[in-house]
């Protein structure tokens, strides 16, 4: 990793080149190697120019894939690293130099296929992480009394959203009698919690309790196609393909509630509970069907099946953003290292 910047601490330049042993197989080479400069680089606006190169090598070891990260954290390390050693060779604050160097909302990030940052919060993470975790007061260290002394660092990160252009997720959804829902969905919950995620997307769009949707896990014989549940895709991907299934059986359930309520589908509206069609808007009157009824019709005389099935693909990658700060005590003595305290302050939504 090189880096360099001007008298005033602006970044002018960034070289990565990364290393990748495969081991015997190549299945994950170029793809897990890639992130390492396009998930790091970006980090930073400022770069004139930046250059990222590697090399992957075959080795007489157990084939090499990706684990939480994708190679991404590897790059990560390495570029903050040398930014905070550049912070020390001008005597400026770490963070000083981030802050002024950092991407920014609606900058284009040439390193990250181009794509804008429509969305990005982590100057907002940084300032959180920094008041967290007493940056101020504590940086750059402080004597603990005799071997003993703390300091305190930071560090920014990014990752992405699905692979764009490749990855796809499909979701099945059905009104059942009584009208409740079946979800089906075809990513896998691995402990991630996807399951009850996408049931609570499912909850809100269709404007019901999260106990009114079944969720079905996967099952590769019967479940909707979905490219798998890696690359923080899943709540992006999958969650807007239940979106549009959500979407599409809402006109469905609107389709068959005109024909029983004998009306135009324009003059109708679904709140989650019943269909209700306003009579006279001077004394409030209407007449409703409630989804339950509509659900137990449908069991008979029906050509209208209540089922709804969509896919989402996405051509771009949106990342989300983080910074953390650890607090660490080192014995100068021995040179044993505790960490005495790490914060986080993570730019994904609302958890």
């Known amino acids: 990793m090189k880096v360099g910047c001007d008298e005033n601490g602006i970044l002018q330049a960034m070289d990565v080149y990364t290393l990748s042993n495969t081991g015997a197989y190549g299945e994950h080479g170029p793809t897990t190697v890639g992130l390492s ?61 981030r802050e002024m160097n950092m991407v ?30 007493g940056w101020d007061e504590k940086y750059p260290r402080k004597e603990m009394g005799g071997s003993k002394v703390r300091g305190v660092g930071l560090a920014m990160a990014m990752q992405g959203s699905a692979i764009s252009g490749v990855d796809t997720a499909s979701v099945s959804m059905k009104v059942n009698d009584d009208g409740f829902y079946t979800l089906m969905i075809g990513a896998s919950d691995m402990g991630t919690g996807c399951d009850t995620t996408l049931a609570q997307v499912a909850a809100e769009c269709m404007g019901c309790e999260m106990e009114d949707i079944v969720v079905y896990g996967t099952d590769t014989d019967i479940s909707p196609y979905d490219s798998g549940s890696y690359a923080s895709s899943t709540a992006y991907l999958t969650g807007m393909a239940v979106v549009k299934t959500c979407e599409s059986l809402k006109k469905k359930i609107l389709h068959k509630a005109a024909k029983y309520l004998e009306c135009r589908e324009e003059e109708l509206e679904f709140d989650g509970v019943c269909v209700r069609k306003t009579l006279c808007e001077e004394d409030g009157s209407f007449k409703e069907l409630s989804l339950k009824d509509i659900g137990n019709y449908v069991m008979c005389n029906n050509e209208d099946a209540l089922q709804a099935v969509e896919s989402h693909s996405s051509p771009v ?35």
């Open 104 to 133: 920014k909302e609606g900058d284009i990030m040439p390193a990250y296929y181009g794509e804008p940052a429509n969305s990005c919060a982590l100057d907002r993470c940084v300032a959180r992480v920094k008041d967290m975790i």
């Open 317 to 351: 990658s949106p990342p989300p953003f983080m910074a953390g700060a650890a607090e660490v005590e080192v014995d100068r003595e021995t040179g044993q290292v505790e960490l005495i305290r790490f914060v986080a302050a993570v730019d994904c939504g609302t958890p």
């Open 37 to 97: 400069g396009h998930k790091s680089i970006p980090l930073y606006r400022t770069p004139r120019a930046f250059r990222f190169c590697y090399d992957v090598v075959y080795t007489n070891r157990m084939s090499a894939g990706a684990y939480r990260g994708y190679g991404a954290t590897q790059g990560i390390f390495a570029v903050e690293s040398a930014i905070s050693e550049l912070a020390a060779e001008l005597h400026m604050d770490p963070v000083k130099l």
